[in-house]
């Protein structure tokens, strides 16, 4: 069993920035595990459903919801500290969501939320106008 804890959201002003982690752990979970998981970001705002954000492979190819993402966040990976980390740009007030940080252990690089094993429990990024 793999448990993921997500940290770093909160509210901030349009224009701003935050930096969301997800770290993995569980009790026979390694680095090398880790490693070969696909890591995603989802959020879910109030009223509507899941939505994909970002994805990131074993090997570091990221795929991103371009229509709402536009280049403003970026996914990333610290296998060493069985960590992902999405880093959120010019954040804009539509961007507020529950963040969701999701893994898979076929290493898919996918945005099917059905194709995700394990979820963390979500951290509430608000962002005001």
């Known amino acids: 069993q793999v448990q993921l804890v997500e940290s770093g959201g909160g509210l901030v002003q349009a224009g701003g920035s935050l930096r969301l982690s997800c770290a993995a752990s569980g009790r026979t979970f390694s680095n090398y595990d880790f490693s070969t998981y696909g890591m995603g970001w989802f959020r879910q705002a109030p009223g509507k459903e899941r939505e994909f954000v970002a994805a990131i492979n074993w090997s570091g190819r990221r795929i991103y919801d371009e229509d709402s993402v536009e280049g403003r966040f970026t996914i990333s990976r610290d296998n060493a500290k069985n960590t992902v980390y999405l880093q959120m740009n010019s954040l804009k007030p539509e961007d507020t969501a529950v963040y969701y940080c999701?893994?898979?252990?076929?290493?898919?690089?996918?945005?099917?939320?059905?194709?995700?094993?394990?979820w963390g429990q979500g951290t509430q990024v608000t962002v005001s106008s």
């Open positions: 999701a893994a898979n252990q076929n290493s898919a690089l996918t945005i099917r939320g059905d194709l995700y094993d394990y």
